[in-house]
């Protein structure tokens, strides 16, 4: 149990969800800068959503409904593409007000293995949903 | 004996006696004095209280004019300080662009203008403001940027002068933890480098090949006592236009 949810195993077909900002965008990209672990201790890692309890608009209103001047956008990536970068790994990490965050783990900087990280995981990003001007555009697959 | 072969002629020039009798055809000419006839003006100046009151006014109008170039020159220095101060202004002014890109940046011939306009756009990245709606905050210093410049000039300068391939301007960005990040993608071929805040940390890159990544991939760290690192040169030379 993490909070009021059970931390369950998330299958390899399913996605993750991550709000990208605005600031962190560059022709039409996010950098690699994005791919980056917060958190200290057991809650370091990378947040994400998972996609059985979220949708990448519920993922952008989220962060809307305490930061109203947030602009950006979601991405998404594949379970299984994540679990197949060396030493990264995805974990099911319930929040009280948000069943669907997942962390994943492992390096992401200071080293060869955090840069190779973040170059991979460039690779398997899309866009799930931007946001332009006020609306959101869903560009979910 | 060789002396009495010698004569001597009226103006004392030795005669060495080849051309004896030579001194008997020349003109005889008495030895002038030296010089010319000086004429001393003072003896000709009337003296008494004329030539006092002609001093006096001499000596007035010197100080006169002694006042006036005083007081010129004053002025000269004046108009001087003002013109440096100025320009030191002005210098001021321009130099932290200067540091920014061009303290940096070696020359760069025009065929990388593309490296030169990415570089000039990433400024933007270096003590970026904090905007309380972003969470993550990228930014970096102007020293890791600038370490960063230098990696990406030297490559960029290196594939030029060897093969004459222009590499791809990659995209420079604020990475985790204060580092820069050098990102190219240039199907199938793309390499990362980051480059650390802490400049004791050596950089650190990944690539491949995304039609064989198993296989063909390159990653390392760069030395610092190289410019240049072979790994990045010849991945950067893959994704260099053709």
Known sequence: ?141 | MRRNLVSLNPSGVEDLGMKAGWSDCMPYREMQPAGFAVHHLEEDWPRGVAKAQDVGQLAAEFAELRALVVEKFSEIQKTLSRGKQLRLRQHKAKRPRQDASQGALPFLPAELAPISDAIQRSETIVNRAHDPSDELGLTCSQETWQRAIRILTAHALSVWRNARFVIRPPVISAGPNGSVDLYWTAAPYGLLLNVPADPKQPATYYGDDAANPDCNRTSGKLESTSPVDPGVLMWLAYTAEQ
């Open chain 1, 1 to 141: 149990m993490s909070g009021h949810w059970p931390i369950e195993q998330i299958p390899d077909a399913d996605f993750l969800f991550m709000r990208v900002h605005r600031n962190n965008i560059q022709n039409g990209q996010p950098i690699p800068g994005v791919f980056k672990n917060r958190g200290e201790g057991e809650q370091e890692g990378m947040s994400t959503d998972w996609s059985n309890y979220s949708t990448p608009e519920e993922t952008m209103r989220r962060k809307l409904a305490v930061t109203p001047a947030w602009r950006g956008g979601v991405i998404q990536m594949l379970v299984g593409d994540v679990r197949r970068i060396p030493r990264q790994t995805v974990e099911h990490a319930p929040l009280p007000d948000n069943r669907a965050h997942t962390n994943v783990k492992g390096p992401k900087s200071g080293s060869v293995e955090g840069t190779q990280a973040r170059y991979l995981l460039m690779k398997v990003w899309r866009w799930a949903s931007k946001h332009e001007g006020d609306a959101l555009v869903s560009t979910a697959a």
